[in-house]
């Protein structure tokens, strides 16, 4: 990975009023770009993601080798080896760093944007894309570095229930496949599955391409030319994910030293174009999301003081994304304060928001909601999860509108229909070991 990023990070406040300029198109290749000019500062932001590079399409039986891929086209190039790509990093001011996720990879510049600066550095991110070095010392220490981590994750009860719960809710589903991970696993993986996975999922067709700060668009159509010349016109492997398959409920219960039990409850849920997305996203804030004016917290918490925190999330993805309930307790605590979550969940189903909740929850969301992107480093990772899920151009201004017009039987009508307390996993890790269907 690139070393820390020398330029003072400048905050640029965005408006909460006013919209944001997305400025969007697609090169003759496919490559979708993004742009939002910002010319207070000589600052230039570029995220180019690469659909279908992520953990989702890892093979079976070898883990992480999108991870490795997108880690490595950071560590040197073919010109360069590791400590003379950063070194040039540096020289330049810059900063140029890789990461992936389940559906995609992506690389991150940041650099000036006078032309002396930014040409070179656009010109490493080249190298990086399209002549990454792939070194085997590089490999074998991020490889080894990879099994410590994991094995350092497996004495975290809170991994552990993580890590089962996805089990759970996806199965051989791609998006299950991290959870899967194991050091044998690891081990598996070769250079010759890094550039094979580089070959066939880094290409101009499957790329989208975000940039915030001092360019117009036709410094930016420049940027894109160069950035990508030499990728492959088409990425050869495919980009959807398969839908998620319904399934039956379980329960996991795993047998943990210490005086605690971490409970996890969920299930697959949300999609990034979902129609019910707003009203699961307002119900989310009022059940558990809300920090401790959240049902689950008054509940478990100030209550039964069965715990510090419970929460409730959601993680939207292409297909349906987890809805997930989490919290520890005393062991002694554990079944009296699961089935206080799950009849506070069955109560929220039944009944919906008072209109207080739904007041609270909606002056929450649509008062922080500029906040989330009042940088241009926040805003360029909204613009490339525009640009990535094909949401529309006015994202920005229409999430805080649709919140503000929800009632609070439209929320409780679409948790009626999408969440059904009988389909929900349960994982407790601190407990007595077994497997069994959930209890209602």
């Not at 000019?37 to 093979?59: L, Y």
């Not at 190298?127 to 350092?152: D, G, N, Y």
């Not at 520890?328 to 079944?335: A, L, P, R, V, Y």
Request: hydrophobic share 40%.
């Amino acid at each position: 990975m690139s070393p820390k990023l020398l330029l003072p990070l400048i905050l640029l406040p965005v408006c909460a009023q006013a919209a944001v300029n997305i400025q969007r198109w697609h090169t003759a290749e496919g490559t979708q770009v993004l742009l939002v000019e910002r010319h207070e500062n000589p600052i230039v932001d570029v995220r180019i993601s690469f659909k279908g590079a992520g953990s989702t399409s890892n093979p079976a039986d070898k883990s992480e080798v999108a991870e490795f891929t997108a880690s490595m086209l950071t560590t040197g190039t073919e010109e360069l080896d590791e400590e003379a790509f950063h070194a040039r990093v540096n020289d330049l001011a810059a900063s140029l760093s890789s990461d992936s996720g389940e559906e995609g990879a992506a690389v991150t510049l940041r650099s000036l944007s006078r032309a002396d600066s930014l040409r070179p550095a656009v010109a490493l991110l080249n190298q990086s894309l399209t002549r990454p070095r792939f070194a085997e010392p590089v490999f074998e220490r991020l490889r080894k570095q990879s099994i410590t981590a994991l094995q350092q994750q497996e004495t975290d009860p809170g991994f552990i229930a993580e890590r089962e719960l996805t089990r759970l809710n996806y199965g051989s589903h791609p998006y299950g496949r991290s959870a899967y991970t194991g050091a044998d696993n690891i081990r598996k993986v070769t250079l010759n599955d890094i550039r094979a996975f580089h070959r066939s999922r880094y290409g101009k067709n499957n790329a989208v391409v975000a940039v915030v700060g001092d360019l117009n668009r036709r410094q930016t159509e420049a940027l894109v030319k160069q950035a990508l010349n030499g990728l492959p016109a088409r990425s050869t492997a495919a980009e959807n994910v398969p839908a998620v398959p319904e399934h039956r409920s379980e329960q996991r219960r795993i047998p943990f030293a210490g005086e605690q039990a971490q409970v996890m409850l969920g299930m697959p849920l949300i999609k990034r174009h979902d129609p019910d997305y707003y009203a699961l996203v307002a119900g989310n804030y009022v059940l558990g999301g809300g920090g401790f004016d959240s049902r689950l917290m008054q509940e478990l918490r100030d209550k039964h003081g069965y715990t510090y925190g419970a929460s409730s999330g959601l993680s939207p993805a292409s297909q349906a994304g987890p809805f997930t309930i989490g919290f520890s307790t005393q062991k002694n605590n554990t079944e009296p304060a699961l089935q206080a979550a799950r009849r506070v969940l069955t109560a929220f189903i039944e009944e919906g928001p008072t209109e207080a909740e739904l007041k609270q929850a909606k002056a929450n969301i649509t008062g922080s909601f500029p906040l989330r992107f009042d940088t241009n480093a926040k805003l360029l990772g909204y613009l490339s999860l525009i640009g990535f899920h094909n949401l529309p151009d006015n994202y920005l201004e229409a999430y805080p509108k649709a919140i503000s017009a929800l009632t609070a039987e439209q929320i409780k009508s679409a948790w009626q229909r999408r969440v059904n307390p009988e389909n929900i996993n349960i994982v407790v890790v601190g407990a007595d070991g077994g497997a069994q269907k959930a209890k209602p």
